[in-house]
């Protein structure tokens, strides 16, 4: 699958327009996960590694500092929230550990920049392939799929797009994927 099958071409054009010398291929082939670290480094961003910060990672001006010492899965959902706060430009933003550190407007665009790596991590296309794929390999039945299997499929995918095991069950909430009938509206 090819990121512009993924992404709109408005949305990849958009991306592309950050940073001067950007060059996002929409082309380009994804290979079960978003890689992150290639994107940045395509739209001219910066990655320095540290450890134990103050908060997971910031972003100042083109460089997007992440703490090395959390988790692989932590890290790159740390860097593509930093490039939602460059979608909004704002180009100096510290995380901080606590949410009662933010006043009303840094917490909207925390919100803002969480939505932004969620949707950019675990597209829904991408989301959808790995798990009808997990089905599949597992040979499970698609309608009739219990919780202790929906487990196994949330774990496969976590590990299949590189993020953690919250961020894909936040996210196949969010995109109304396992839904119990009795929850439905009719």
Known sequence: M???????????????????????????????????EKILTELNFEISRENNMNGSGRIKGNRIYIDDSEIKSR????????????MQ???????????????????????????????LLMPKKLVLNAINEVIKNKQMDSKHLDDSQIDVILNDVAEKLQVSKGAIKYRVKNLNIFVPLDELSV
Do not use: C, W
């Open 2 to 36: 090819k990121l512009n099958e993924i992404f709109s071409d408005e949305f990849i054009a958009k991306l592309n327009t950050l940073n001067a010398g950007s060059d996002l291929d929409p082309e380009e082939e994804v290979k079960g996960f978003i890689d992150i």
């Open 89 to 119: 430009n704002i180009r100096n933003a510290n995380r901080k550990d606590d949410p009662d550190d933010y006043d009303f407007a840094e917490r909207k665009n925390e919100v803002f920049a969480n939505t932004f790596a969620a949707q």
């Open 75 to 86: 890290q790159r959902f740390t860097m593509a929230h930093e490039l939602g706060h460059a």
